[in-house]
């Protein structure tokens, strides 16, 4: 009976607001048949909220009166859209939306603000509700298809892959240290002839280098010849051994050697050769010059194979060990590589670089690659056997915690910690947390991972406020009389 009333009173005052907005020339109000015909279809349903009757944004739950004692309208779900009154602050209804129960109202800007009833905030925007399950309590976030499809959010399964990890290291060729001989008198000698050799000459095993004349080799080979010529020594083994001994300590070469045992004789020059095959690196010798013992005339270094020092950043050591494959890449060659591998870590590392120097291997067959060259290294520290793993722009790092967002589908999205390992090619890898072939989103991941916070902080505000509307709802049945 009271909503009959009230919707007669309702006419009469549309009737009324009629006649005043057609004398003020403005639009005529909705018909008194519709007011009555939305006051009927109201009869069959229970009002969601109560607002002033003045038309202030001054919402209640329950019916309310003004201070002067005049009582809230009631607002019911079914909104009469030829009322021709000020925009009330519901949603458009939809078939879904009507068969779910909201639980509150959040602000439409973001802000950490949220009421249990419709409301506007102070720019008139209506307050966005939130209906039973789009906040789940399993850590998960549920997205409409519209805003999935906006953001571009895509997934991808995770797969076993080999991760290929590079660690590059700038360095410089240098000599194998085990390859380089001197020529250096042991006696006091006479350099009676220098061959065509120079520095920087390619030079092979056994070729001549020059004579030399030394008044202590020709005694140690008189004494030898003697000693194998006479007929009371001759062929005895244990005779001549001492001054042949003599003559290898002062480092005659074994073919000269060889030569005297043939002809018997002791040549006044004594032929020295090179004792390896390579380059080059210093000649000190000058036809007629005296060496002293110890006087280093002749350097040459075998250069087939040659030393790549690097050096490695420290945070790249952990990855490094030795036997691992290294590309090379000489900066005169473009578009060449010489294959290597570690050899030596050295174990320190500058203070200065923060860099540990690692010594790589290379063969030069060609000779191309000279000692002080520039090169570029790259050292492959990747898995040997595929692991499993995500794309690198799906992992959200905060620093001490590593998580991915895992598709459920039908808009449903649950974040998942994870443990990581090794990264490369765009990829990471996952030690634990998923399985192969979990759906992980690789684009979008931190407008999702902020939507799931904004929605989390809604909800503890939305709780805060339930339990300080119950409050106070409490002390108020408590002071009625």
Known sequence: MSRLIWAGAAAAIAAAAGAAWIGRGLPPPPSTAAIVSGAHAAETAAPIYYRDPDGKPIYSATPKQTPDGRDFLPVFPERDAQSGGPERPVEKATAANSERKVKYYRNPMGLPDTSPVPKKDSMGMDYIAVYDGEDSDDGSITLSPGKI??????SEPAEMRRI???????GTIQLDERRVSVIAMRAESYVQKVADVTTGSRVTKGQPLMEIYSPAISSAAAEYVATITSKATANIAPYGRGSKQRLTNLDVPEPVITEMEKSQTVPIAIPWSSPRDGIVLQRAAIEGMRAQPGDVLFRIADVSVVWALVDVAERDLGNIVVGQKVTVRARS???R???GQISVIYPQVNKETRTARVRIELENVDLALLPDMYVDAEIDTGSAAPVLTV???????TGSRQTVLLDRGNGRFEPREVKLGR???GYVEIRDGIAEGDAVVISATFLIDAESNLKAAIKGFAEAGTKQAAGEGGMMDGGKP
């Not at 499809?149 to 895509?154: A, C, D, I, N, S």
């Not at 290929?164 to 700038?170: D, E, K, M």
Request: proline share 7%.
């Open 164 to 170: 290929r990890t590079l660690v590059r290291a700038p």
């Open 391 to 397: 794309a690198d722009n799906s992992i959200l790092d």
């Open 333 to 335: 060659y473009p578009g």
């Open 423 to 425: 990264r490369g090619d």
């Open 337 to 339: 590589t010489f294959a």
């Open 149 to 154: 499809q906006r953001t571009g959010v895509k």
